[in-house]
């Protein structure tokens, strides 16, 4: 069975009642309060608090991706590239629902049905007008514009070193 | 501008999820001295603790959606401090940081040279000798009892709080805390007043 002096050892808030009926107990309370003290007075005060420097800092962190995603934008995009390949499939005389449809079937359809619309389009884009290519080049850097342009930095980015 | 409520750790990390991305400040705020003093104790450098302290901030932040409100709020951020104080450390030499042990032969006579801390607010103290010698005595404590040390004295944390960080029974962690105080008050005995 513990002593008294030993529970209070083992927990000392529990048992500090104890102090009022041993001496030794007290003097040895006082000598570790005082190392107490001597403890809390060398915490350090720092200058002055980093929040603002912290925050100002913050990266934008996976969890809040979602909303800093500009979806209205990248629906409005989406809608866009839709309509520019349908342009570009009845510019070419196919209808741009079939166009679409064809296009999806070969990318699930299997190698061969995705090598045999390469060939076609392969020999379509030999045989294109210069203006098509110059059309294909023009669509290719707005489409990478908007998609640079969704990919904003944040607005307090982690790489930002200065206001 | 209408003054904000007060939260609770749990509620302001609800709120901040939940997009007052701002009020990660008050967190920052809440805890940015404990979390310092406790970082500093580690590595021994004030300049390097108080960036290694904006970087935990950081890391907190980012791992925010990762706190599971089940645990407290201080034991998370504490576990993370401790862990990338030991990382700062790894990184550096054993030479860098400085921690070397002198007179091997004499196993009583041991002695410890720390690397100079730099520009601290130690140098502000009144009794530098005492403070130097609080830095010696909690440096020279046995590995376990120094980590309950700097977690409870300069990290501020709860006996309750101390146990779950560190996954030891409840009276474990007062035992082990009241000897190494006792070993600190024999550490620093020759020293009739504290600071």
Not at chain 1, 147 to 152: D, I, K, N, S
Request: hydrophobic share 40%.
């Amino acid at each position: 069975m513990k002593t008294r002096c030993q529970q209070w050892i083992d927990d000392p808030e529990n048992h500090e009642a104890h102090l009022l009926e041993c001496d030794s107990c007290r003097t040895r309370a006082e000598e570790l309060s005082q190392v107490d003290r001597s403890l809390s007075a060398s915490v350090v005060e720092p200058g002055g608090s980093i929040a603002s420097l912290v925050t100002d800092r913050l990266p934008v962190a996976t969890w809040e991706g979602a909303r800093h995603r500009a979806w209205g934008l990248t629906l409005l995009v989406i809608a866009l590239i839709t309509l520019l390949t349908a342009g570009l499939f009845a510019w070419v005389g196919i209808p741009p629902a079939e166009g679409i449809a064809d296009s999806a079937q070969s990318a699930y359809g299997g190698p061969e049905s995705a090598a045999l619309l390469s060939d076609s389009v392969g020999a379509f884009l030999r045989n294109a007008p210069r203006s098509f290519h110059a059309m294909i080049l023009l669509a290719f850097l707005t489409v990478n514009f908007i998609l640079l342009a969704l990919l904003r930095r944040p607005p307090r980015g982690y790489d930002v070193r200065s206001r | 501008m209408p003054e904000r409520k007060t939260l609770d750790d749990r509620a302001l990390v609800a709120s901040i999820l939940a997009g007052e991305r701002d009020r990660f400040g008050e967190l920052v705020a809440r805890y940015e001295k404990r979390i310092i003093n406790y970082v500093y104790r580690v590595t021994r450098r004030w300049e390097e603790a108080h960036d290694l302290t904006q970087e935990i901030f950081t890391k907190v932040y980012l791992a925010l959606d990762r706190y599971d409100p089940k645990f407290q709020f201080s034991t998370w951020i504490f576990r993370i401090a401790q862990n990338a104080s030991i990382d700062a450390l790894r990184k550096k030499s054993i030479a860098e940081v400085s921690l070397t042990r002198q007179g091997d032969d004499e196993s009583d006579g041991k002695e410890w040279q720390f690397a100079d801390v730099g520009v601290s607010p130690y140098r502000d103290l009144k009794n530098k000798e005492l403070a130097a010698a609080i830095d010696k005595a909690v440096e020279g404590l046995p590995a376990d009892y120094r980590e309950l040390i700097q977690l409870r004295h300069f990290g501020e944390l709860s006996y309750e709080e101390i146990a779950a960080m560190t996954r030891l029974p409840l009276g474990t962690v007062k035992n082990k805390l009241f000897r190494a105080r006792n070993l600190l008050k024999d550490e620093l005995a020759h020293f009739s007043e504290p600071l």
